[in-house]
């Protein structure tokens, strides 16, 4: 059988460089046919080398001029620009399944490039569906493209939820680590500082995601991910604390059983159930090792302590345009709190102001869903100074 080409769409990333990992174990099932990366070219040059990949892309063509201009990649590497050289790579000819990882809403147009062309779509980028998941599951229905979600919590569900007849599906749960405020007094938030705040207990990420745990914002985005990606009602998913991150997330059974996923934190896990989709192997990653004792709790979430999952919840109810405020509002409030200029808890009062601001509507366009996310962008830049502690 052929090997399975696949290209990444922000390979220089966690997500990415993990995904490099599976393939690298995987060498007569993978192989790596485009990379695309934001402007660290770089940190290409050794994959391009290692995984022989003919065509790249950089979305800042000043990156990409200086990719060109080096002399480090083979002779004979395309090297693209621009959001057009990322939608090129997606949809190379030999491509069968896409990673789409690029933070933000740079990989919005690319991969629903790759889902028209009929690419699978291995999807790590929250922005994708929390802002256009009409428009994302839509292009996939329509295509036969395959979505498989490389989130840990909507891995496990879609691990859970396989060969499973709708009508034996109750309700979802999520399970959320807690962050690092899990055990602090919630009248005590007000006054914790930053680097309080990028202490994650079980994750290694960057500090939006770590400040996203911590407040819970980034469960709810991934509420409204689980809405779009297992198209049940929002108010059939719930969301569980559960401080070890051993369990990925659990399924209730019509006649009132859970089913759960358990596997160590590591995204290899789910980048490999992705890549080698239906297929189980040995996965480059630890074990989860029982011969030692090994405690798993679970509480439900305190409304007081993360008041954004209540709001990304509510977001989530009203549709249209509100989960793509919800994400804006967040990302102006969390780069706020951490320039200094927003205390902790000013984070949700941010995004609730915000989200007061703009009035939500049903978007018939991707352009119309990033003209929302401009003006509550602006909308909450316009709020922050007056919540400044
Ligand atoms: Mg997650």
């Not at 074990?287 to 989530?316: E, I, K, N, Q």
């Not at 009062?349 to 003209?371: F, N």
Request: aromatic share 4%; with cysteine.
């Amino acid at each position: 059988m052929e090997p399975r080409a696949i290209a990444i769409l922000g390979a220089t990333g966690s997500i990415g460089t993990t995904t490099l990992q599976v393939v690298r174990a995987h060498p007569t099932l993978l192989r790596v046919a485009g990379l695309a990366a934001h402007k660290r070219w770089r940190d290409l040059v050794g994959p391009v080398r290692e995984f022989k990949v003919g065509t790249i892309a950089l979305a800042d063509p000043a990156a990409a001029a200086a990719a060109r201009a080096s002399g480090e990649f083979p002779a004979g590497t395309r090297i693209l620009e621009g959001e057009a050289g990322l939608s090129e790579v997606a949809c190379l000819p030999e491509v069968t399944m896409v990673v789409s990882a690029v933070v933000g809403t740079a990989g919005l147009a690319p991969t629903l490039a790759a889902l028209e062309a009929r690419k699978d779509v291995a999807l790590a980028s929250k922005e994708l569906l929390v802002l256009a998941g009409k428009f994302v599951t839509a292009t996939a229905r329509r295509t036969g493209a395959q979505l498989l979600p490389v989130d840990s919590e909507h891995n496990a569900i879609f691990q859970l939820l396989r060969d499973k007849p709708a009508a034996d599906i109750d309700r979802l749960v999520l399970t959320a680590s807690g962050g690092a405020f899990r055990d602090t007094p919630p009248d005590r938030l007000g006054a914790v500082t930053l680097a309080q705040a990028l202490k994650h207990p079980n994750w290694d990420m960057g500090p939006k995601v770590t400040i996203d745990s911590a407040t819970m914002a980034n469960k709810g985005l991934e509420l409204i991910e689980a809405r779009w990606l297992f198209d049940l009602p929002i108010d059939r998913i719930d969301v569980v604390v559960h401080p070890q991150s051993i369990i990925h997330s659990m399924v209730t059974l019509t006649d009132g059983s859970l089913q759960a996923l358990l596997s160590p934190p590591s995204m290899a896990y789910p980048i490999q159930d992705c890549l080698l989709y239906p297929r189980r192997l040995p996965c480059p990653a630890p074990r989860l090792d029982l011969s030692v004792a090994l405690t798993l709790s679970m509480s439900p979430p305190d409304p007081a302590r993360y008041p954004c999952l209540g709001l990304a919840r509510a977001a989530a109810r009203t549709g249209g345009t509100a989960p793509a405020i919800f994400n804006a509002a967040n990302e102006v409030a969390v780069a706020t709190f951490v320039e200094g200029r927003l205390g902790f808890t000013g984070i949700a009062e941010l995004v609730a102001a915000t989200l007061a601001a703009c009035p939500s509507a049903e978007p018939t366009s991707l352009a119309e869903v990033l003209a929302a996310d401009a003006a509550a962008r602006q909308a909450a830049s316009r709020l922050a100074p007056g919540l400044a502690r």
